[in-house]
């Protein structure tokens, strides 16, 4: 069988079979077709891929400048395409077997600082609708850590206002439930009642929390353009993505004196050590303070 064939196979087999979500299908997409590109020009067909043609594949992926943590989940990708294709019977062994892991240097996520995060909170119009719109996303994002995917799903009927907390769908379709801030609950109560029926297109009707300018559900991508400008705006340091905002969250909360086990539960990590690199980044923060305030640092 041509590998091309047998990607095909696999695609179809995680997305219906095992029910995998769509972003994670689409990562395989990705991954598979940069191998099926690299087989092609090696002449290489499934049957007499081996080790050592996987080691050339990853090698050229370094060449091209990736991270070592996405050249890693690229060797994920190809270890499941290959058991897949084992189990398959369309080849006799597994080339991915015995390839390790590359080493991936834990790099500190970015955070913004309180007053960033009040400059950027400053900048929507809340005057117009869609500034409106805006704001309340900006402070749900902040005052819950929510990832952007779990953002853009979120219904009108997830938030509950009295109790203060919303209800999200995340990796694995786990459910979690997560608190709410005073404020985020208040500017979300007036984009609802204010803003959201404006932008809802007429006679339209969907569930969705945040709705773009046509009344349809925000986009990953469409989130991630109009923080981006904002962040422009606020003049903050780096350039800003939805994941910062959770990483601030995360951040803060720890500063304060939260416990791991609890920014975890929020945080929806199925992991600990996943919450735990978020420590490294207090830590750092109070060697700056040290640093900087201490007379004998």
Known sequence: ????????????????????????????????????????????SLE?????????????????KLESKTVARHLVTLR??????????????????????PKIRRSLPGYLRLEEVERLLAEPDSKTSLGL??????????????????????RVTDLDTKVGCVRCIGKGDKE????VGKKALGMVDKYLRDARPK???????????????RGRQLSRVGVWKILS????????????????????????????????????????????STTQIYTHVVEERLKQIYKAHHPRA
């Open 1 to 44: 069988m041509e590998i091309s064939a047998a990607i095909s196979s696999f695609l179809t087999h995680v997305k219906v079979e095992k029910g995998l979500s769509s972003n994670t299908v689409s990562a395989y997409h990705r991954d598979l077709a940069k191998f099926d590109e690299f087989a092609k020009k090696s002449r290489l």
């Open 48 to 64: 007499s891929v081996s080790r050592d043609d996987l080691v050339d594949f990853l090698a050229s992926l370094y060449r091209q």
């Open 80 to 101: 499941n395409f290959f058991r897949y294709a084992q189990i398959q019977d369309l080849i006799a062994a597994d080339p991915s077997v015995n390839l390790e892991s």
């Open 133 to 154: 719109r805006d704001r309340a996303m900006l402070e749900v994002l902040y005052s819950t850590g929510l990832r952007v995917s779990e953002l853009t799903g979120l």
């Open 176 to 179: 979690r439930i997560v608190p």
């Open 199 to 213: 932008l809802l297109a007429k006679g339209a009707s969907t569930p969705t929390l945040f709705v773009n300018r």
């Open 229 to 272: 400008a904002y962040g422009r705006r606020a003049g903050l340091r780096t350039a800003l993505t939805p994941h910062m905002l959770r990483h601030s969250f995360a951040t803060h909360l720890l500063e304060r004196g939260a416990d791991l086990r609890s920014v975890q539960l929020m945080l929806g990590h199925a992991d600990i």
